[in-house]
């Protein structure tokens, strides 16, 4: 399973969440679950179980 946390649903980072999923599948030869979520909370460290490969950054 592969999660991607989103402040807000946008085209482009739908498209890049699309080519990071491609470049994980490519990379590893097996095909993954993803489940996107989108939420503007604050993101508590590890956000969710997994390893987590990109964070995005917090407003302070």
């Not at 993954?32 to 407003?59: F, H, K, M």
């Amino acid at each position: 399973m592969i999660r991607f946390v989103l402040a807000e649903e946008d085209a482009e980072d739908m498209e890049e969440v699309a080519e990071a999923l491609t470049d994980f599948e490519g990379m590893n030869g097996t095909t993954y679950a993803c489940e996107i979520l989108v939420s503007q909370e604050t993101i508590s460290v590890p956000p969710l179980p997994g390893r987590l490969v990109y964070l995005r950054r917090e407003c302070p």
